[in-house]
């Protein structure tokens, strides 16, 4: 069960899904992927399926909550919560994607 | 990601695998809500039904994959594996549901038997003694040298000084049963008891459950002080704690009770009903020839509780030493008592009894091993099969440890779900086997089907799952991936056929060491059942009663001819009389006698079997009177003293001369002064068995109840014309109207009684027999399977002989020749290992060798028949192939 390549990746679609429960309050699985999908503009392709091993992971340890409701259009879905622990992770992870961001930045401008 | 994270989703993960159905529905639901969703919002942008549809399952990705990933990292993904090879190998059951019906028959016959041997073994032989730190409690018993002292009983003064002189043991106690009659209650009733000495309850390291154990000075002349047990506290005490220190009635004397014992507790441990403990006080009447001061008179058990760093052999070699200094201190009465043995208590509680366990425990794993054979060749035969589907498998990337492990997995999966049936039949037969043991094995009584039975059934079924599915499963592995796949390509994996062959092969072999054992102890079961005992045993009823000491020292005598009288007059009797030791109850007695014809050393004298009997006890027995006269009521105290032996005494001490008018001085005091007084034999009876399972007719030397009216108590023995247990009532009232105080016990048929004597070599025969026959029939199914499966792969090559002009007769011929090797290689090895292993139930055979060349033709003819008859169909069927169809087929 090693973490493989995709690490960055999935690393950063974990911020994705964190910054969007953040921003809209509890939403369903389609829901984040419609806004991921919005928000990056076409720029991500992602299948949404991706996101549904996300939210197990970012369930499993504790950042997101899981129950169970019912959609503006009356239909049962499942709506995910961040917990505390969760804010706090956003904060973790920003600013260590700023600093890899920025160290990028700055490696494309030295050139 | 840190430690707390971490440990979330490792928790996380394994509630999961508890929670399987639920997640899997809740992940269901939500992937399906999410397509519903993006369809929906799709037909809004004006799509239709199927395009909204087919966009929404674009968008998403492949649901299959996102559900699998889910679900594997839901949980845990080793266990998920399994549980998937699990499910597939529960499907595949259900897709040949005879293939998994045969497997789990065989292996539940093979377990379920195993498992109930198991728990006997564990109850009697596995478990440890009740008591603290029961692995150095040991047994001591008296032995002679270079002699055929063989009932190791010790007598007080050897004890005393034994326990005086040693320094191996932190207690040493000697007990012997007592049977008393409680009085003063509304029912006279009969307790079997325990007298020993002083320190037993610190020897065992059990404490009362209400007073005090016995103090030392409780050995000492006229205390009388009792332990009772649980169970007679609460059924004549009603559990009231106020009867410590009250008085207590038994066989016409007072004890104060003392103590109760635990509710648990048991000593010695195959006597379970034991009700009270008493010190031996009470075997001192304070006179000179009293049993504490006797060192002739051997009735006495010992155990002992070593010190800490004492081994059993260090014990063993003082004990020896001591034995041998007092038979040089003692020679009249020590000679023959010159040496001693130390054993673990349990080894000494078991004796034989724990060699039948073990033959019985290795025939039992015999039989699962040929149950196991079984099976590997089917999973051998179906590998086959599924050459194919492994291949495909292999092609599409599946690593070998991958398809090892799958084939496993499902090996394994059939071994626990024949684990779990045999678990379901053990736990219907154990009550069965029980039953046919009885009380003749201590402890046995305990078995059951309890947690660590279980726990090995479970480890017998994972083990033989692996055993059986080892040899397929890497058989299958190293398959020819090409020649698999191709159409019609149908190599022999590596050796597959030659690995059939071999296991069917042990499989003859083990089958008839173990019919040979059961056809053993057949012959044995029948010579015994069939043997004279050298009297009749029909229509007659036994019973005892005690006559107490403290009322009937001067009496005996003659209230036992009025006794018998009116039993003798009961209508349907035939005839009464009274055995103080009777055969077939495990009582018996030696006894040293002078004999003027060869004068030796008081230590040295001769000494035989015993018994004191009523007039008639011959005549209702029906011992043939050979010589000579009955004894009768005119032979009392005051008449000459008289004795009777059997032929086998006269043959062994007169060398075959007429005995009668002989005198012998037997050792037995009739409390006259002077000591045991000479007697003048007045006949000869015909040799009997003293017990069921006795190999030897003894010498016996019989004195009569009338003349050792100090010697307590007779069994009365009953030929009646009817149902012998039918005259119970009667004969109770007898009892009970000449004593109220006096309650009969031990009421039995002779032939019951006889039929308990034989309890363990019953068990031992049927339990071999069962195991025997299905090892048989396991081995027959084993061989037709084998030969069923080769024939039809030989399809081909016999429709060619065929073709080619071979008669139908030369196949039929060629597949049982070819079954005849399998069987007869079997064969061959099977007798050698039998007669390697012979010696082993030499213990438990009676009237014949263990190499009885009978029996062994007779179990070679069963098998070999069962093999033809096993091969025979399938050679038919060789025979019957239609070359053109087999030669189209393919």
Partial sequence: MGEDKRDVLQGTLDLMVLKTLETMGPQHGYGIARRIEQISEQALRLNQGTIYPALLRLRQRG??????????????????????TGKAQIEKETESWERVAATMARFLTVQ | MDEVSRLRTMFSRIGAMFRRKKLDRELEDELRAHLEMAAEENRRRGMNTEEARRKAMRDFGGVTQVRETVRMREGVPFVENLRRDGLYALRQMRKSPGFAAVVIITLALGIGANTTVFSIVDAVMLRPLPYAQPQRLVDVESREVNGTYVSGAVCYPDFFDWRAQNHSFEHLVSYHDQSLTLTGVERAVHLDGEVVSWDLLPLLGVQPELGRGFGPEEEKLGTRVVLISHALWASQFGSDPSVMGRTMHLSGEAYTVIGVTPASFRFPVDAPKNDFWTTLAVDNDGTPRTATANRGNHSLAVIGRLKPGVTVAQADAEMKAIAARLAKQYPDTNTRHDSAGV????????????????VVLGAVVLVLLIAC?????????????????????????????????????????????????????????????????GESVPRAADAGVNLPVLAFALLVSLVSGVLFGLVPAVASARADLLSALKEGGRAETAGGHRLGSAVIVGQVALGIVLTAGAGLLMTSFLKLTHSNEGFNPDHVLTFTFETPDSRYTKTRAEFYRQYFEKLRALPGVQSAGGSMLLPMTDNSGHLSFENPEHPVSKGEQESARVDVVSPEYFHTMQISLVAGRDFSDGDDMQSPQVMIVNQAFAEKYFHGENPLGRKLKPGAGNGTPGGPPWREIVGVVGNIHSSATQREMDPMQYLPASQLSTWCCMYSVVRTEMDPMSLEPEARSIVTSMDRDIPVTDVHAMQDLIGMQLAQPRFAMVLLGAFAGLALVLTVVGLYGVMA??????????????????????????VLRDAAVLVGVGMAIGITATLASASVLQSMLYGTGSRNPLVLAGVCGVVALAGMVAAYLPALRAAGIDPIRALRAE
Avoid: H
């Fill in chain 2, 343 to 358: 054993e673990s208590e349990i080894r000494a509680l078991l004796g034989d009894t724990r060699t039948l366990l073990l």
């Fill in chain 2, 373 to 437: 054979g079984n099976v590997a060749n089917l999973l051998l035969a179906r590998a086959r099969e599924r050459e194919r589907e492994m291949a495909m498998r292999s092609a599409l990337g599946a690593n070998r440890g991958r398809i090892v492990r799958q084939l496993l997995v499902e090996s394994v999966t059939l071994g626990v779900m024949g684990g779990l049936a045999g678990c379901g039949l053990a736990f219907l037969t154990t009550p069965a086997v029980l039953r046919l043991i």
């Fill in chain 2, 789 to 814: 499966y080769s024939v039809a792969r030989r399809t081909r090559e016999i429709g060619v002989r065929l073709a080619l002009g071979a008669q139908r007769g030369t196949v039929l011929q060629m």
């Fill in chain 1, 63 to 84: 950042w997101i909550r899981a129950d169970w409701g019912t959609s503006e259009n009356g239909r049962r879905a499942r709506y995910y919560t961040l917990t505390k």
